[in-house]
């Protein structure tokens, strides 16, 4: 398959992930990919080539995108534009699956609504701005926000085809949830298999063609991230957050982050305390 996971996590002081767009500059394509988490761009500036399941949309100033969990979906921002991003969690949302435990929420009539457009632009000025008590503004628009999209644009009854679709990836998604959850214990590709009654070939050629990565790197990606967050948000010793993220010693971390990241963790750490 020529699509590939993506790892997500929220920001470290809301349940929820939400950034500027990445291709904001232009010249920028993001290939196929899928995620568990229901996603929102918000267009405010230029336009976006959107693909969502194959089919194509053009998002201009005022537009936003819905991708449903597991979708598959791609990106092209051949101009640059302002576009903010809103990657929300599926457990948001588990009070209102239908009896099938899905949710599925309407892209296409999400195009254009004012109302969605402002609450996104407030959350991220009042994020942005972090003044006092801003978490408590940007969770307020938030769950305005869910309740716009659970009352608004979820489709209620939704026919079987879409619904095994879905399917074909929410078993990789179950797969990778258990492995976010037990990512800072030792974690053999031979346990996880045995957790999901996979044999272990099975399992590894499976991971690897449905994520695009191997079991391996997709844990160490993982780690790393988490490992990330400790060194520029905490004064914890380099050792520790090593054991404390999964890896096997001092060395295998560093080696690790200097090949995704380009420093060493002490220089890294040095050079955000300064920045």
Known sequence: MEYSHELIMPNDDIPFKLFLFEGKDGHYVREKHW???????????????????????????????????????????????????????????????????????????????????????????????????????????????????????RMKKVDTKLIRQHRKLDSLSDITAYIKENYAAELPLERVAAVFGYSSAYFSRMFCKYTGINYKNYLDSLRLAHAYKDLANSDMAIGDIAANNGFANSRSFAKLFKGKYGVLPSEFRKCHKTG
């Open 35 to 153: 995620h568990r988490s229901v996603e929102i761009f918000a267009l405010f500036e230029g336009e976006i080539d959107f693909f969502v399941n194959n089919s194509g949309y053009l998002l201009k100033p005022g537009e936003c995108m819905l991708v449903n969990s597991n979708e598959i979906h791609s990106v092209h921002a051949p101009k640059k534009n302002l576009t903010v991003v809103l990657q929300i969690p599926l457990s948001n949302f588990e009070k209102y699956y239908t009896d099938e435990k899905f949710i599925y929420f309407s892209n296409s009539s999400l195009i254009q609504d004012r109302e969605v457009m402002a609450l996104i632009g407030e959350i991220y000025e009042t994020y942005t701005e972090k003044g006092s008590g801003y978490e408590l503004k940007v969770m307020g628009k938030f769950y305005m926000l869910l309740y716009l999209l659970v009352t608004k644009y």
